[in-house]
């Protein structure tokens, strides 16, 4: 009789993505180790509660952590399968190269406990070659392990890359329904994740090559920032003419063939903000578009800070309402958010004048450090902002009626309220990009 044995999985990272993955695999009653440099994370989880906030994600981690299935810990741990979810962030060099050096750490580590039979996933959004320089680093810490290509036909470790396709929100999901590219450093090691995912994926389960996998993640989201970029510059171009870019778009989006995305004060999150970098950092001539992309979106906050601004000196010693951080509507999660750099920088120059309403907030950033800058919730910002800066399209601010809202000047970056008055001076004063 087959009974099949649950393999035993370690998953290294217990962020955004590391925590809701070792959950759902954990819910697929695979023994599930979580590894966390952060001792109030890993204390946190194995208390059965969560640290970031994601729809349904703490009544799993709750339940995975009672049944036993889910534990955290800041030592490695051996395992069958390890799943690397570490930051790629950029180096300090301010030409927007990848540094790897997370991810490195992580197998380093995991080199100490590998044993022959055991596979190795990295899912964490890598520049092309990182998954191959993860399996040469591996090689060099494990000579006694036999490792995937270099002409090895039956190797002791199976090494792939498999990205994950997931939208804050809606993470636990599309961790369980999206479809999966999973990529491997030889077709068995493919095969070999391939058998892994399908036991919590119900999406299409895709096997190729490692690097292409890896390209895969980065053209993607290179693809959602140029088409991000071009809604962005429409919005600006608009603004020198004179046109309600809100209305250009309305009209040209009833062409069958055009689907215009909808503009706001630029482009943030870790993965839309960032991946586009790695394809320009590994081939600079070639990703003219992609780089001007990124560099449109980039202009765009800019663009934001300086209309902001304006309308901030005219309308002199009024509070200012500064609607929202976060990078996107109704999560908590503000990692390279335009609305944040927006707040912050007029934070700095007009300090205690600057309101901000983030009701997925407890305090401010670090940002606001002594810049004066307060938390207030939306209703204090009604009552007292004679600005209103709409930075985030959150469903608590779209609800807010005209009559609460129309004694104000709007500069409304998202289009939520265009029926928002348009009167001259400063008082109802409405800026549409």
Same mark, same amino acid.
């Given at each position: 009789?087959? =009974?099949?044995?649950?393999?035993?999985?370690?998953?290294?990272?217990?962020?955004?993505?590391?925590?809701?993955?070792?959950?759902?695999?954990?819910?697929?009653?695979?023994?599930?180790?979580?590894?966390?440099?952060?001792?109030?994370?890993?204390?946190?989880?194995?208390?059965?509660?969560?640290?970031?906030?994601?729809?349904?994600?703490?009544?799993?981690?709750?339940?995975?952590?009672?049944?036993g299935t889910l534990k955290a810990s800041t030592e490695m741990q051996a395992a069958d399968v390890f799943v690397i979810a570490v930051p790629t962030p950029f180096e300090h060099d301010g030409n927007h190269t990848p540094d790897t050096s997370y991810v490195m750490a992580a197998a380093k580590e995991v080199a100490g406990v590998l044993k022959a039979g055991d596979t190795i996933?990295?899912?964490?959004?890598?520049?092309?070659?990182?998954?191959?320089?993860?399996?040469?680093?591996?090689?060099?810490?494990?000579?006694?392990?036999?490792?995937?290509?270099?002409?090895?036909?039956?190797?002791?470790?199976?090494?792939?890359?498999?990205?994950?396709?997931?939208?804050?929100?809606?993470?636990?999901?599309?961790?369980? +329904?999206?479809?999966?590219?999973?990529?491997?450093?030889?077709?068995?090691?493919?095969? *070999?994740?391939?058998?892994?995912? *399908?036991?919590?994926? *119900?999406?299409?389960?895709?096997?190729?090559?490692?690097?292409?996998?890896?390209?895969?993640?980065?053209?993607?989201?290179?693809?959602?920032?140029?088409?991000?970029?071009?809604?962005?510059?429409?919005?600006?171009?608009?603004?020198?003419?004179?046109?309600?870019?809100?209305?250009?778009?309305?009209?040209?989006?009833?062409?069958?063939?055009?689907?215009?995305?909808?503009?706001?004060?630029?482009?943030?999150? +870790?993965?839309?903000? =960032?991946?586009?970098?790695?394809?320009?950092?590994?081939?600079?001539?070639?990703?003219?578009?992609?780089?001007?992309?990124?560099?449109?979106?980039?202009?765009?906050? +800019?663009?934001?800070?300086?209309?902001?601004?304006?309308?901030?000196?005219?309308?002199?010693?009024?509070?200012?309402?500064?609607?929202?951080?976060?990078?996107?509507?109704?999560?908590?999660?503000?990692?390279?958010?335009?609305?944040?750099?927006?707040?912050?920088?007029?934070?700095?120059?007009?300090?205690?004048?600057?309101?901000?309403?983030?009701?997925?907030?407890?305090?401010?950033?670090?940002?606001?450090?002594?810049?004066?800058?307060?938390?207030?919730?939306?209703?204090?910002?009604?009552?007292?902002?004679?600005v209103l800066i709409v930075l985030v399209d959150h469903d608590l601010f779209k609800v807010v009626p005209a009559e609460e809202r129309n004694h104000a000047a709007i500069y409304d970056t998202r289009g939520i309220w265009p029926d928002a008055q348009e009167k001259p001076g400063r008082p109802g004063l409405r800026l549409a990009s």
């Amino acid at each position: 009789m087959f =009974v099949d044995k649950k393999p035993a999985v370690c998953v290294i990272g217990l962020g955004y993505i590391g925590l809701p993955t070792a959950a759902t695999i954990a819910r697929a009653e695979c023994p599930v180790i979580g590894i966390d440099v952060s001792e109030k994370v890993v204390e946190t989880i194995n208390r059965g509660e969560i640290h970031i906030e994601e729809v349904d994600l703490d009544a799993l981690v709750q339940a995975v952590v009672r049944r036993g299935t889910l534990k955290a810990s800041t030592e490695m741990q051996a395992a069958d399968v390890f799943v690397i979810a570490v930051p790629t962030p950029f180096e300090h060099d301010g030409n927007h190269t990848p540094d790897t050096s997370y991810v490195m750490a992580a197998a380093k580590e995991v080199a100490g406990v590998l044993k022959a039979g055991d596979t190795i996933i990295l899912e964490s959004t890598s520049p092309v070659g990182t998954t191959e320089a993860m399996r040469d680093l591996l090689a060099d810490l494990r000579p006694d392990l036999r490792m995937p290509g270099a002409d090895q036909d039956k190797p002791d470790v199976a090494i792939a890359y498999c990205p994950e396709r997931v939208l804050p929100g809606r993470i636990l999901e599309e961790l369980t +329904h999206n479809d999966r590219s999973i990529g491997g450093i030889t077709p068995r090691c493919a095969r *070999k994740a391939l058998a892994f995912y *399908k036991r919590f994926v *119900k999406g299409a389960c895709i096997t190729t090559d490692a690097r292409s996998a890896e390209m895969t993640k980065l053209v993607e989201n290179a693809y959602r920032d140029v088409n991000i970029a071009f809604a962005n510059e429409l919005s600006m171009v608009s603004d020198a003419m004179g046109l309600d870019v809100w209305e250009v778009i309305r009209l040209a989006n009833r062409h069958p063939r055009v689907n215009i995305l909808q503009p706001g004060p630029g482009v943030g999150g +870790h993965c839309i903000a =960032v991946d586009p970098w790695f394809i320009v950092n590994g081939a600079p001539e070639q990703s003219r578009l992609i780089r001007t992309g990124r560099e449109v979106n980039v202009g765009k906050t +800019h663009h934001v800070i300086e209309k902001a601004r304006q309308l901030i000196a005219e309308n002199e010693g009024v509070p200012v309402g500064c609607l929202g951080l976060a990078f996107k509507a109704n999560i908590d999660d503000f990692r390279e958010s335009p609305a944040l750099e927006v707040a912050a920088s007029l934070a700095r120059e007009f300090g205690e004048r600057i309101r901000i309403v983030e009701p997925y907030a407890a305090e401010l950033p670090i940002e606001f450090t002594d810049t004066g800058a307060a938390l207030i919730d939306i209703d204090t910002a009604l009552e007292t902002c004679g600005v209103l800066i709409v930075l985030v399209d959150h469903d608590l601010f779209k609800v807010v009626p005209a009559e609460e809202r129309n004694h104000a000047a709007i500069y409304d970056t998202r289009g939520i309220w265009p029926d928002a008055q348009e009167k001259p001076g400063r008082p109802g004063l409405r800026l549409a990009s």
